[in-house]
């Protein structure tokens, strides 16, 4: 049973570009979350898909969105990247009708921004 | 904002040993998690307290949660060298999946030395 992947690993960008990062929720999850995590500090929520649809959002502008496909899998978006951007990229899956939520996490993207 | 605090920020101890992390958080939840960071790379979900529970076992870890004081500790006994990593605390604010988002403290990081 495949966990959670993310892919790519690692990439590198310069400041302006755009950048795509992509998804695959653990076998039977349909909810997918997006979290930024900078050097140092825990994960930051950006937003929840479900039903490809974004059903919460956190602190983030509008150059991050999203998307869900049929089969669950999601991308993450970054328009116009800053330096700021460059962190790892955590996606999490779950189970929408589970009681309490608990989210299996990818092992992330490395983004660098230049 | 993050709501959660772990407490200490950085934790080194001998194989053998346990180690305590503590974490604070500042509004009602439904639920605690506890997840393990090795290297900068994916959580891994260790644990989850629902909020109507004090304490509950898995393995070697131990975690407590006194919603009173609004604070949760994760207790790893007999400590190994391969439980060096970060620990995080994540609250989930609501019930079920339309909860979306896990808040996370920035972390206590755990060395444990042979």
């Known amino acids: 049973d495949a966990g959670v992947t993310q892919s790519p690993t690692h990439l590198i960008k310069t400041r302006g570009q755009q950048v795509t990062l992509r998804c695959s929720p653990k076998s039977g999850h349909d909810t997918v979350s997006w979290y930024q995590q900078a050097l140092g500090q825990g994960p930051q929520f950006i937003f929840q898909?479900?039903?490809?649809?974004?059903?919460q959002r956190g602190n983030f502008p509008d150059r991050f969105s999203g998307h869900q496909f049929p089969n669950y899998s999601s991308e993450l978006n970054v328009n116009a990247l800053l330096l700021g951007d460059s962190a790892l990229y955590l996606c999490?899956?779950?189970?929408?009708?589970?009681?309490?939520?608990?989210?299996?996490f990818g092992p992330g993207t490395r983004l660098t921004v230049l | 904002s993050q709501q959660g605090e772990e407490d200490p920020q950085a934790l080194s101890i001998q194989e053998g040993e346990n180690a305590t992390m503590n974490c604070s958080y500042k509004t009602s939840i439904n639920n605690l998690q506890w997840y393990r960071q090795n290297s900068g790379r994916g959580l891994v979900h260790l644990i989850l307290i629902r909020s109507n529970e004090r304490e509950k076992h898995s393995g070697r870890l131990r975690v407590t949660l006194d919603t009173s004081k609004k604070s949760s500790s994760l207790l790893i006994t007999a400590s190994r060298a391969a439980d060096t990593a970060s620990y995080f605390c994540a609250t989930a604010l609501t019930y079920g999946g339309s909860q979306g988002n896990l808040i996370f403290g920035k972390g206590t990081k755990l060395s444990v030395k042979p």
């Open positions: 999490a899956s779950s189970l929408n009708l589970g009681a309490y939520n608990e989210q299996f």
């Open positions: 898909y479900y039903e490809e649809e974004e059903r």
